[in-house]
């Protein structure tokens, strides 16, 4: 394709990509739109063996946030009742523990709703982006797609496919490869589908024990034409397990993060970050079946940006 | 069955049906162990129409804590970039909303853990209640539950098989009522069923606009025999859309809680509270189908009491 | 003075009270400037007995944040490491106890600081509004007050004045009656003053055991007319034991809290609320002594709205 | 003095130095108890120029809490309402801004309480360390220190008696440079004192913009020996510009910091972490005047184990 990425760029592809009133004027949910009834039965067709992969990571004071991006913290968990009061004899009729989390909701596994990136002082389907005030998002918050996240789930193992155990920070992935290496891996992408692309930079950097820049730093991805492929495509959602989908350093410095400005807002694409996906490849590379019923429910927060999850995909 | 409900049946009870050791002495997922592969494969055979439920309640400052139980506070969510500040040029070349939730894990839609009721110094498979502490739980924690929460799903819709919107608080469900309810709904409870009991009450506080002492005060729910119900039926969960599953006031006031003293730190039996049914119950009596695919993943909380939960119901 | 309230009476109020540029284009503290440095040498002069009364309230859940004004919550103390970990052997070479504290900062005794309110669009000293975005106060945050409040404190006693426990829900307290109450207490207010009303609503609350309306509903407190007298006498703060110092309901339905409107965006009056007056004020009675030397240090929170605080009163 | 420091020698000056039942069975306060009204009447009279100095740090994301110790987090400052939304049109008829803060409290610039550190299973006084539950500290709370915090201060600045900018890390500091300190400045310690330690480690994190271990790496501070000291000076309070007042690494690896293991738990001493001495020291060495009035009120946070401060320093 061989865009030159610009902010005239972006703005050309918000224009041509808008899904703006295609769902109708209230419209909440965007891409998600695709996914048909038929679909979920279809997909759950896919589950074959019974076996579920757990997608999430989890939520704890190690997580990937280092402050790089807006002030985010990890997750602190806190209890408000424990074993050592109740056998220490500080409790009544009943021993028992219970706890706290306070976390940013896109802190580490999550969904994006449709009102987390404007495009100007825009949302997706033409909201204002003055509706999301101190009170939460007025339009767009995560609690529609309440029982929208379920359908057919395709993972692209791009990393394995280009034969490496994680791409390069800063490394593009044209549609082309994305092409290429769904037919390698002789999966189809359909109208509908969950996309959940494998960069194996979360497995890099677990492996590790050093965060770095994960959080909001450089960052393998897909490149600014991918909007298109998107669109063309219809997909339901797209995800990966890097923290924000799209390559760092971007194509451009004209905008931060173009490829966001286009799919959230403009298109009402549904995006999902920091996915854990090294059982669910290791397992897709032995059987050779990269296709999977992908149950990924969002926490109902109302008015929320996003919501922290642990998605399944069910095979 | 008529058991006299006082502390040393609790304890007779805890004797009978404990569930130590049975899958390994490690285990810490108990009765979740009672599902098996070829069952999820079974149920993914009930998605026939493609239509999900949302059984989550919404996550906000209207939730159910009331202050009656423990200092439990509903979700507080709150904003850490808005569109309001975008549209007035206080952020740069990303314009973007983000925002963070701060709630006990089982302020609302939840699961407990197995680590989260003691029988005194005890918890689940003999772990000693003393490794819950301000770390949280070294063992039993939520996380390990985290690709197991799924499977075949029943409801038994006890106020409907009564005829009544909602059964009183303080009514007690015996298990004989439990089995006439899933005989007359034309449904069998299986071994591995995550089986959700409605009785109302959920949505009678939402429609009065007051939730009372729904969060810790009186509620219907099923008797203190039930443990044996749960036990001899090997299901891997039990749901309900009351704050705690069990009648209240107890049939005791020896103990707190007397069947929560049994079938969590005895049985290893994941419980699921204040789960929202209006509409999948309506369904369900429409097309007299009570069983559908499950899907409820926990958040992966290292050491968690529980998690919040937006569980589907599929059919 | 007879004022009749309405959004034209506030308007020409702030007009002709505003203290913008009074001092300097960058001033930050307002009418703290009031207090000299010989002030605060006078007010040590006042610490004749050697007792300190504390004049915050606990902080806790037992606050009296019920959910009438804009979602604020009382006090969440959690722990982090306790006693009964430390005996149960959960810790290592040092035992202790640990814990946190969340809390809007305006829940319980505070400061607001001059960025709190706006008058449209602007803020004390001419400061754009939307300097108060998501990152906090770029402007009047109350840590520029970090060293300032400190001086001379009197307490006006309306309601020991008046022979009653406490005023009256919706009483108004006019200019005429804060001179008499000085004149009967044999006090002078003078320019640089830390000024503390009391009316018993506090206490009359804590009494209770119910805190009903007190943080957001009806209140007794100063009338529209009082901006006159600050502005007039030079103060440098103003405090009571109520929410917000003004009379509730309010003299007008036009705007809300009119007296606010014109005191912190106009004059720069900083101000401190829910001051607990108690033994202080049965002290004053009994020695008729109604100055001290004040103390009441806020936290340095960068960009805060206002502060926490525990004024001291030293006699 | 030369005490070989190691656990017998903790335990050794525990039991020599231990003040429980001194002011009765149930005091609270420990060495507060050495203030007398007369000492902060006399202290009063040091307020000669009427200028107060800040001892607090700034409470952000900025602050020193790096992940070292225990899971402390910097404070976290969220905007409930703000100009922002006021400016777009969001609120109603009073435009304010509103937060809120969640931090640890003793994440920054703060006062220990004494309920902080234990010794084996007990508290000061005596009090059992099982009274420090996961509903706080049933004794020995900050809030019992409300009234408290007020009497004469003294500044010993080590560094600028030694000739530094700042004290290097694991520099331990005798009694008898205490003494030569206080000598060389011109100063006396007395009974009920608050004293304050400056080795200007904080100064010189700030400088160079990195915390590195400050919150609980290594750092200059008093030796084990100083426990003696403050018991035979009878001081009321000993605080210091580093992150717990004696040197790291400890003189011992057989307990972790056996400094406090004897003045909190059995001196009962009051202690002040991360105090902001620049202006106050270069003041000091400027008038050569080393004492003042000192005002450091805790909030007061029901069962906490410490509270963040900002106290003053007033000359």
Not at 231 to 258: F, H, L, M, Y
């Amino acid at each position: 394709m061989g865009i030159s990425v610009n902010k005239q760029a972006v703005y050309e592809a918000a224009e041509k990509l808008r899904n703006w009133g295609r769902w109708g004027r209230e419209d909440q949910v965007g891409t998600l739109n695709h996914v048909t009834a038929e679909d979920v039965v279809a997909a759950a067709a896919l589950i074959k063996r019974g076996q579920s992969f757990a997608l999430g990571i989890p939520l704890d004071r190690n997580g990937p946030q280092t402050g790089l991006f807006g002030g985010r913290w990890n997750p602190i968990h806190t209890m408000l009742a424990t074993g050592t009061d109740a056998a220490a004899g500080r409790q009544g009729k009943l021993l028992y523990a219970d706890d706290a989390i306070n976390m940013p909701v896109q802190a580490a596994t999550h969904w994006d709703s449709l009102g987390h990136i404007f495009l100007d002082d825009k949302m997706y389907n033409g909201f204002d982006a003055r509706l999301v005030d101190c009170n939460g998002l007025a339009k767009l918050g995560i609690e529609h797609a309440r029982a929208r996240m379920v359908g057919r789930g395709v993972l692209l193992d791009v990393a394995r496919h280009k034969g490496v155990d994680y791409l390069e920070d800063g490394y593009g992935i044209s549609n082309d490869e994305l092409d290429k290496a769904a037919k390698a891996q002789n999966v189809e992408i359909r109208r509908g589908d969950f996309v959940i692309l494998r960069t194996g930079q979360l497995e890099q950097r677990l492996q590790s024990g050093k965060w770095g820049g994960y959080a909001g730093g450089d960052a393998p991805g897909v490149k600014f034409e991918n909007c298109y492929w998107c669109q063309d495509k219809q997909i339901a959602a797209i995800c990966s397990d890097t923290w924000g989908v799209e390559v760092r350093p971007n194509e451009t410095t004209e905008v931060n993060q173009p490829w966001h400005w286009v799919v959230i807002p403009a298109i009402g694409l549904t995006m999902g970050e920091m996915f854990y996906l090294k059982e669910l490849a290791e397992d897709c590379a032995r059987d050779k079946v990269y296709e999977f019923f992908f149950c990924g429910p969002p926490l109902v927060i109302t008015g929320g940006t996003g919501s922290p999850i642990n998605p399944q995909a069910i095979k």
